[in-house]
């Protein structure tokens, strides 16, 4: 018998083993390309519906600040509407989408009635809430019906208010069409709550406004200005100019802005308020900075180039803003939950350039910002928008990440106290802590520089021929 050559041996062994090797490798190569070949053949929609759903997807996939989190594999059969819902992250609250017909995003009590209002418990019954009207946009459908702010309604479309059903009657208050309320008072001791006229108003046209009043108080010397600021809208820019002109002119040196009514509109708008101001503004100062998702990147702006968005003239020129700028040391803003968006903009973002006392409540919370994006395809049956959150909003010093709202430096429950007082008079709590920070107190002098009047005057004379100017009942803000 031949004996194996030893020396030869580990040479045969490694012939084998580069052998299976070779195989193994190339069986893996094989896999490899197989699933590949799977991974990389895009979706080729052959249906109206499937080209809909593959240009919304590609859309956000390229655009959505949480793009990352969307599935890889959505289902294309799905209606667009739903199939866009399917795609959105759980954190986010506000991206909706358009048919330009009966598809849309959702409707407030402000944009289809004209009124804003709050929910609390009620006065007298633990197992019952109240709503109370807060502001009352002037020429809208609820000013029509002469709704004032400060009444209450105990039911909306003949249901009690309660909390088991509240998010039923928050949903109609926000629901195009008509609704009923019952209206209610106070008894003439101020004891019980009785239920009074029954009113019927139908969603309409509510006329945007911008600056619902400007005028300033004065004591000792120290005037201060107040400007209630309730819209961020371009077209309107020429009276936000006009009202700060006013306050200017009337050499106030203390300022307090009133945002609790505040919904946003464009960032451009609330910069040229900012520049306004800002001591010592810098129109190449950072205003604000968006952060999106990896295409998207970080993006810092500074008030000219943030205002250079405007599609309002009014405010675009920078020394028509350094001519206006009141060269404050510091900002009293008044804040509640419906301060929005570019609202909120204007609370966190003049921080790095003067000191901001926040009064009221805390904010909405949204730190986001979002353009729109149409179907701009050969002409299609349906044309479909989308408004779907693009970045993350922060101030020149990247602080921002305020989705659950912004914390007020003073709280102030306004429903502490009732009946409530006329907007932006002592008597106002939330404006009351910004005169005591000042003055120390709230007797003060005004002086009316520009005012929407209010429907007001005559339920407070309703209430005080009641006796119940003051009741000092506490109730709870339901947030």
Same mark, same amino acid.
């Given at each position: ?41 895009? &979706? ?5 519906? #499937? ?58 009590? %402000? ?40 009444? &209450? ?14 998010? $039923? ?39 945007? =406004? ?10 000792? *010397? ?12 371009? *077209? ?31 960032? %451009? ?39 250079? &968005? ?26 509640? *939950? ?21 009064? #009221? $409540?805390? $904010? ?34 990247? =602080? ?80």
């Amino acid at each position: 018998m031949a004996l194996l050559n030893s020396s030869r041996f580990p040479a045969i062994i490694a012939q084998q083993k580069t052998k299976w090797v070779c195989i193994i490798l190339l069986s893996l190569v094989s896999v490899e390309n197989l699933f590949c070949s799977k991974k990389i053949v895009p &979706f080729e929609p052959t249906d109206a519906l #499937g080209i809909d759903n593959k240009w919304v997807y590609d859309s956000l996939k390229r655009y959505y600040y949480w793009n990352e989190q969307m599935t890889g594999k959505p289902d294309y059969t799905l209606p667009t509407q739903e199939f866009f819902k399917k795609l959105l992250s759980p954190a986010d609250r506000f991206s909706w989408i358009s048919n330009r017909k009966d598809i849309g995003p959702a409707g407030s009590t %402000a944009d289809l009635f004209g009124f804003h209002y709050s929910l609390i418990s009620h006065p007298f019954d633990a197992q019952r809430l109240v709503g109370i009207v807060s502001l009352v946009v002037p020429d809208g459908p609820s000013y029509k019906k002469q709704l004032k702010r400060g009444l &209450f309604f105990t039911k909306v479309n003949n249901e009690t208010i309660t909390p088991a059903n509240m998010n $039923t009657v928050i949903d109609q208050l926000n629901t195009k069409g008509a609704i009923t309320l019952q209206l209610a008072v106070f008894n003439s001791n101020g004891t019980a709550l009785t239920d009074s006229a029954e009113v019927t108003i139908n969603s309409g046209y509510v006329p945007y =406004k911008s600056v619902y009043a400007t005028r300033f108080f004065e004591k000792n *010397g120290v005037r201060t200005g107040y400007l209630s600021y309730v819209h961020c809208v371009d *077209g309107l820019d020429f009276e936000v100019l006009e009202s700060i002109e006013k306050l200017k002119n009337a050499d106030v040196t203390e300022l307090i802005l009133d945002l609790r009514f505040n919904p946003g509109g464009s960032v %451009a708008s609330s910069a040229k308020l900012a520049a306004m101001l800002v001591p010592s503004f810098n129109p190449d100062q950072v205003y604000v900075t968006f952060k999106g998702n990896r295409f998207g990147g970080t993006v810092k702006q500074t008030f000219r180039q943030t205002i250079a &968005f405007s599609t309002s003239n009014p405010g675009k020129n920078m020394s028509e803003l350094q001519a206006r700028n009141l060269g404050l040391k510091r900002l009293f803003i008044l804040t509640s *939950g419906a301060t929005i968006s570019a609202a909120e903009i204007l609370c966190n973002n003049l921080k790095p350039y003067m000191p901001v006392i926040r009064i #009221g $409540t805390k $904010t909405h919370g949204k730190d986001e910002a979002s353009f729109r994006i149409e179907d701009n395809r050969n002409p299609r049956q349906v044309q479909w928008v989308l408004m779907p959150t693009i970045y993350k909003v922060f101030d020149a010093n990247d =602080k921002g990440n305020y989705s659950n709202g912004l914390l007020p430096d003073h709280e102030i429950n306004e429903f502490s106290k009732l009946p409530l007082q006329e907007m932006g008079y002592p008597g106002d709590l939330s404006l009351d802590k910004a005169l005591e920070l000042i003055y120390g107190s709230t007797v003060v002098g005004i002086t009316p520089l520009r005012n929407k009047v209010f429907p007001f005057r005559d339920i407070k004379e309703q209430y005080q021929s009641a006796g119940a100017t003051e009741t000092g009942i506490e109730v709870r803000r339901l947030n």
